[in-house]
């Protein structure tokens, strides 16, 4: 279980934990004795997509979940054994706030400082010392916006946030930081990004399109199948077994969590997606939103307002399907969701959530009243409306009305874009066994579909640790 503790304001996450209880085991062949000191290689349960020259070319998927032994050509026996991955822990070691309160104080007072000394030269140089000081004191209208709405959610923010840190202090889930923790804390060295999953996709739009009939579900199940690569683009692929399987894309290994799906591609290829004729009971989605530093970065890519409205959200959502849209705290996107892009797909809003980002000893990653950025985020939550009113698809099933203003806490991945699960927290607004879909996805979950051009970034083994595990 994700939720840790569960009070009136919302939810305390452990975002870690959830990853962990995924099965992320395998099969795994090892090398005899007398072999050991030679490179091994990894024979279970992956396809291997070598290089993207061979567009075409065979790779192969190998599932070994019941072999114990096999034979080589030279008759030497080969031992399987169970090989387990955790997501490494310190990726959610967030100790201190990245800007703590005290540094933020000091700031403003440096600034006090700053402007008893212009206050001198002011009597030097008045006009222009003048002209200055107005374009720092005046707001444009964005900002204003920004003002008020923080001024609206305040003390919801902080109040809430509170009570649910408080318990997992008292529980011991949160732990005050002591100063030799503080001085132990080591670097992180984050996995290179040598797999660009976006590039790939892009260059995925030139191999030669397939009869719509020809894309079926790709289906990963215990028996061994050969696939082409150009399958992995024109399809959903499916892992319907109950073990973890290891993929190879571009010489970079995956983990495919059991009872999982994905689409790897962009925006412009999402028909394998509708071609599925699957309808979904809830929707997540986190486009990737335009803003100044993503433009000046140019590190990532962004969509523009009408290219998020082009999202087949009516051809996809099943009736009543819950909807439920990551944004940031920037007014024009919030107003772009509510005035524009949910009643463009004829869904009616019916609450709006916060996601709380704290240390591990429960402070805000950012002061509250931080003019720039703030330790929280949005989600948008509406239902998909029809035009004639249709019942649930089993009249039995009561789905609980969804309250406002619901606090997700939890403390973040280091790793840009990496959300917490909402799986758990929205379980009781959803049928049982609803089809969940992620839109703009960078990880995989059991049960749910995933979509995106970065769908298996986090599902890099990189992001893993391998645990000792016995031979079987």
Known sequence: MSVVHQLSPGWLLDHLSFINKINYQFHQHDE???????????????????????????????????TTKTKNDDAE?????????????????????????????????????????NGVKKEISDSIIGKKRKRCVVFNQGELDAMEYHTKIRELILDGSLQLIQEGLKSGFLYPLSEKQDKCSKPITLPLDTCNLSEL??????????????????????????????????????????????????????????????????????????????TFDVIVIDPPWQNKSVKRSNRYSYLSPLQIKQIPIPKLAAPNCLIVTWVTNRQKHLRFIKEDLYPSWSVEIVAEWHWVKITNSGEFVFPLDSPHKKPYEGLILGRVQEKTALPLRNADIKVLPIPDHKLIVSVPCILHSHKPPLAEVLKDYVKPDGECLELFARNLQPGWTSWGNEVLKFQHVDYFVALESGNC
């Open 201 to 278: 996709c892009e260059m995925a739009k030139h191999l030669p399109s397939k009869n719509e009939m020809e894309l079926q579900t790709l289906q990963l199940t215990e028996d061994d199948t050969s696939v082409t690569e150009q399958d992995l683009f024109s399809r959903v692929v499916e892992n319907n077994s109950s073990f973890t399987k290891m993929i190879t894309l571009m010489g970079q290994k995956y983990l495919l969590p059991p009872k999982s799906s994905f689409l790897l591609s962009d925006i412009s290829c999402m028909q394998p997606l509708l071609n599925c004729r699957k």
């Open 32 to 66: 005899p004795c007398c072999r050991k000191n030679e490179p091994t290689s990894v024979h279970s349960d992956s396809f291997q997509v070598d290089s993207i020259s061979s567009f075409g070319a065979r790779a192969t998927f190998v599932s070994s979940d019941f």
């Open 77 to 117: 026996n080969y031992e399987t054994f169970m090989q387990k991955h955790v997501f490494r822990p310190e990726l959610f070691d967030v100790t201190k706030p990245h800007i703590t309160p005290a540094v933020h104080k000091e700031c403003q007072q440096s600034n006090e400082k700053e402007d008893l000394m």
